[in-house]
């Protein structure tokens, strides 16, 4: 054999070796356009006029096809071109962190691709057929580029869902929006996902359920909604190791069920919505490394865990170290609310390991939960057992929610217990056995199975039904259904006492000062909040009494648990209960720039809630929270939720929470009368005219006519004086502070009571003999019209004079001489006939409301009566400008409202009109309640 025959077939061979290496045509065409389309391809350093299949960072297999293209960190600037999806032999892409940007291409048919970085670049848009026929891919990451943000965002196509080994995909930061793709639920081979910081709102598809993920990363959801729902898909994942659900608006309680992820081992839920009691099971976690749970509205004790972090902060738990047991109150209380399924307004509320501390719908006495009253509270679920572990509870109201299920059997242990309304739900019978002394309702339960244990069969319709022997049972007919109307049954306690409504509190009273009290001696008071959204929701409010009879012990057998009520007062009220974290916010915190003013027992803010409104909080000093202060609290919450008026400064909230007593009003924007009539000059204010006056004098006298004859009962205010009446933003008059208000019978009966009240305001015979009547208030009014009149105070040291050193002797005197009675007119009132012929007739009600005898002086009704017709017909004379707010009715409409717009901007004080315009611009010493609680007047 000649060596040429032997060499041929080995150069053949050599060169058949050579060709497989060199670089396909098309993929040749793809590597040329990417250098094309990339603006610093000289970093790659690939060499000209050689085969790319021998380039760094370039791979080939032997059909000269790219398989590998590892150009990671590279520094990469510029696109990728749109022909790059014909690199359909590419296995392996790294592309990640890179400046490349522009539109990605459409990736559509490489079927080949297992691994794709794309991470950390600046593509800016994705096509829709991207992942189109994809179906070799085992890793995709397009983490960290701003796709679509443009055009607003973007969504996973379902083509990637053909990627059926798909085991990593990777999709945070790059702006994905809408839901989490149903089909992403059913890829079977996924174990990680990873979408965090997109803007991906709506639950976790159900298609999740018994995933085999092993990492989900889902937080910090940018955009308003976030990720919502139940954890409860995510606790169906047997394979799970990481579960980082953190910022986001996951709700509800953390399931029971999560226990059974037993390779858990970073668990972040910081910083969602979750509720209620975490399971006690997460501490049976083996592999549990951080479990992360600030920031939610758990409640209940911190489970121990064995996690190494483990961070717990910013919740409603009951204690700040994991393993501490809550009280059994709080316990109870909260498997109730578990059952209910943790309605939001009530976790908000149900909060630390005080249930006496003001929770919503919690009532006690003397520390004991005594009340449970929620009804009509949209309550979905059942009554919880738990209930029956409340051996204080005397009266349990759940009437009008949606409860079904049974009335558990534990709540007849409740000793105490007088009164269950249950009704109008949907629970069903048979009603446990409760003892004689327990009123239960259970009408329009449509479902309630009368026949119950000791209870005869059932009725005819309409016939006396029955219940329970001994037991007071209300109960609908089945076949009446919610409309029937309920029938009484037999009462077998003696007229309960454990509400004494405050309507029969005048022979209460008379009662109670014989044994040397007026308001009952309060240990303890409650605040027994209720939905303020609902005006017609009554609120009660507990004083227990400690003069000897009140002690709980004695309420250990029925007999003995009317008795033991019948020392608590419960005042029906409104409900207004805001929480102190709200008022800190409104007021900043409390800051010195805020204070309206101070008093004896505290200190007057003003605030700004959320909604604009403004407010002004007073504040009781801890230090000063004697009994007698607590009295006036009590008082103040009580009456100011009872008694509505226009012409009585309304109670917007009050806050009882740890040491703070804080009681919030409507803010006034122009401040005490007090300073209009005495301090304008030094406050440059316009002295008030005599139509503003008369203006003031009747709502005065409207209020405290309402507050002693027409509320539905009689109050005494003790204490007006101009100082109290304040001026809304447009001098329209309330009368202010409430503290010393007392419940009288009325006119004709005196109530021994401290000396309380301004002197110069009070009435000789409550001054000498501590006796009070209204008529003591309607002496205080008639020296707050002189006030009116002269602009003089009533009671001034300083005046040389000692006469008129007390404004009410030295006017009597006076008013009867028309050139004295001239001569003591304000100054600043312009005095024309006119107007001094309605002086004389305020003059001459003032003389007879300072009468020394309080029978001669007229009840406020009659001074009503007489300011009504001199408002409604009194002109002025001398065209003293019709004046709303400093706007001229008369002019053009144009220079009204810029009169208007003028007259907005410069009621910086926040009047209730120029909200929007003063945020943020509160002035150093703004108008408003500062005289009223300046005042050093004795309290
Ligand atoms: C990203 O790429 C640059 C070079 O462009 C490199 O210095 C840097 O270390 C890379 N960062 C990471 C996290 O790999
Ligand atoms: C991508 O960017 C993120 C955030 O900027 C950074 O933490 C990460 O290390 C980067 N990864 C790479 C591969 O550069
Ligand atoms: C991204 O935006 C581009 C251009 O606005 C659009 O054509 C494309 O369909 C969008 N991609 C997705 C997945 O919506
Ligand atoms: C009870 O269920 C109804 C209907 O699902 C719902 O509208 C209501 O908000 C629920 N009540 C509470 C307190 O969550
Ligand atoms: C029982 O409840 C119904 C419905 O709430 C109510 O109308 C009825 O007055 C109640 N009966 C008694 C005796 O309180
Ligand atoms: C309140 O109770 C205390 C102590 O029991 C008693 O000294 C005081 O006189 C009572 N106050 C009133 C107003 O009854």
């Known amino acids: 054999m000649d060596a040429p025959a032997v060499l041929l077939p ?7 070796a050579l060709a497989a290496a060199a670089i396909h045509p098309a993929d040749l065409a793809v590597l040329q356009d990417l250098q094309r389309s990339l603006t610093n391809a000289d970093v790659l350093a690939w060499p000209a006029d050689t085969d790319p299949c021998a380039w760094p960072h370039i791979s080939c297999d032997r059909a000269g096809r790219v398989n590998n293209m590892d150009l990671k960190n590279a520094g990469l600037a510029g696109r990728l071109p749109p022909t790059f999806a014909h690199l359909d032999a590419l296995e392996d892409l790294s592309l990640q962190n890179n400046s490349l940007s522009g539109p990605l291409p459409s990736f559509r048919g490489m079927a080949a691709l297992r691994h794709a970085f794309l991470n950390n670049n600046s593509f800016d848009t994705i096509p829709a057929d991207f992942f189109d026929g994809l179906t070799g891919l085992l890793v995709i990451s397009l983490d960290n580029n701003p796709i679509n943000k443009s055009s607003g965002g973007w969504t996973i196509s379902t083509d990637l869902a053909s990627a059926q080994q798909l085991q990593n995909l990777s999709l945070m930061g790059c702006n994905l929006v809408g839901a989490i793709p149903d089909f992403l639920g059913t890829m079977n081979s996924l174990q990680e996902l990873k979408l965090s910081y997109n803007n991906l709102s709506g639950p976790i598809p159900s298609t999740f359920k018994g995933s085999a993920l092993e990492t989900l990363w889902l937080n910090n959801q940018h955009g308003d909604p976030k990720l919502s729902g139940t954890l409860d898909v995510i606790a169906t994942m047997p394979n799970l190791q990481q579960a980082w659900l953190h910022g986001n608006e996951f709700s509800g309680p953390i399931p029971d069920s999560i ?28 592999e549990l490394q951080s479990l992360q ?13 064995k996690a190494a972090t483990y961070t717990f902060s910013h919740n409603g738990f009951c204690a700040d170290k994991p393993g501490v047991a809550c009280s059994p109150e709080v316990m109870a209380l909260i498997e109730f609310l578990a059952e209910v399924d943790y309605p939001k307004k009530l976790v908000g509320s149900w909060s630390g390991n005080n249930s006496c501390g003001g929770w919503l719908g919690v009532t006690c006495v003397a520390g004991k939960v005594t009340v449970l009253n929620l009804p009509d509270y949209g309550l979905n679920g059942t009554i919880s057992h738990s209930l029956g572990n409340l051996s204080t509870l005397s009266d349990i109201r759940l009437d009008g929610n949606h409860l079904t299920g049974h009335v558990p059997d534990s709540l007849t242990n409740l000793k105490l217990l007088q009164k269950l309304d249950l009704s109008m739900n949907d629970l069903s019978g048979p009603l446990p056995t409760f003892s004689p002394s327990v009123k239960v309702n259970v009408t329009g339960n449509l479902n309630f199975d009368r026949t119950a244990p000791g209870s005869p069969p059932k009725d005819a319709p309409g016939s006396p039904s029955s219940g329970t022997p001994g037991s007071s049972i209300h109960a609908a007919s089945p076949e009446n259904g919610r409309k029937t109307s309920p029938v009484l049954l037999a009462t077998t306690i003696p007229v309960a006492v454990s509400v004494v409504a405050l ?15 007026i308001l009952p001696n309060a240990t303890s008071v409650v605040v027994h909040p209720r939905d303020n959204s609902d005006p017609d929701n009554l609120v009660k409010i507990v004083m227990a009494s400690n003069d000897g009879n009140g002690s709980t012990s004695q309420g250990n057998t029925p007999s003995g648990s009317s008795s033991q009520t019948s020392n608590v007062h419960m005042i029906e009220a409104g409900n207004f209960v805001i929480a102190v974290q709200v008022l800190r916010g409104a007021t900043k915190n409390f800051s010195q ?16 809630l959320h909604d604009g409104t403004m407010i ?50 409507e803010h006034m924007s122009n401040g005490a009368l007090s300073k209009h009539l005495f301090q304008w000059k030094k406050l440059e204010m316009e002295p008030l005219s005599w139509k503003k006056r008369l203006n003031i004098a009747l709502d005065v006298a409207r209020g ?22 304040l001026l809304g933003d447009d001098f329209r008059a309330k009368v202010s502070d409430f503290g010393l208000v007392k419940h009288a019978p009325d006119g004709n009966f005196s ?7 301004t002197f110069g305001y009070l009435a000789p015979e409550y001054a000498v003999t501590g006796k009070i009547t209204t008529k003591a208030d309607v002496f205080s009014f008639g020296v707050v019209l002189m006030e009116l009149i002269t602009g003089m105070t009533a009671i001034d040291e300083s005046r040389l004079d000692e006469e008129t050193r007390y404004l009410a002797s030295w006017f009597c005197q006076i008013r009867k001489d028309e050139e004295k009675l001239r001569a003591a007119i304000d100054p600043t009132l312009d005095l024309t006939d006119e107007t001094f012929e309605s002086i004389s007739v305020v003059a001459e009600l003032a003389g007879h409301c300072t009468c020394r005898e309080p029978t001669q002086r007229p009840d406020m009704g009659h001074a009503v009566n007489v300011l009504v017709p001199m408002v409604e017909k009194w002109k002025p004379v001398n065209d003293e400008t019709e004046d709303y707010m400093g706007i001229d009715l008369h002019q053009p409409l144009l220079q009204m409202v810029k009169g208007w717009q003028d007259s907005e901007a410069s009621m910086t004080d926040g009047s209730i009109l120029s909200l929007e315009d003063s945020k943020g611009s509160i002035p150093a010493r703004p108008a408003g309640f500062a005289e009223s609680f300046t005042s050093a007047d004795g309290r």
Not at 293 to 305: H, K
Request: charged share 20%; aromatic share 6%.
């Open 704 to 725: 405290m006519e309402y507050l002693h004859s027409l509320a539905h009962q009689c109050y005494i205010h003790r204490d007006l004086k101009s100082a109290n009446i």
């Open 503 to 517: 309507v029969s509190v005048c022979a209460v009273l008379i009662f109670r000062k014989k044994r040397g009290s």
């Open 10 to 16: 080995l150069l053949l061979l050599l060169v058949a």
């Open 593 to 608: 720039e805020n204070v309206l003013g101070r008093g004896g027992f505290g200190v007057v803010y003003k605030g700004e």
């Open 616 to 665: 002004a909080v007073k504040r009781m000093e801890a230090a000063v929270i004697s009994n007698k202060a607590l009295d006036e609290f009590q008082a103040e919450i009580a009456i100011l939720t009872k008694v509505r008026h226009r012409n009585l400064v309304s109670i917007l909230g009050y806050s009882i929470e740890g040491s703070e007593r804080l009681l919030v009003y």
């Open 259 to 286: 226990a059974a992820c037993k390779p858990l081992q970073e668990l972040w839920l910081n910083g969602n919505q979750l509720v209620g009691l975490v399971p006690p099971a997460l501490g049976t976690l083996p």
């Open 293 to 305: 749970l600030d920031d939610n509205n758990l409640l209940g004790p911190v489970p121990v865990v």
């Open 751 to 757: 109530v021994a009571t401290r000396l309380a009240g």
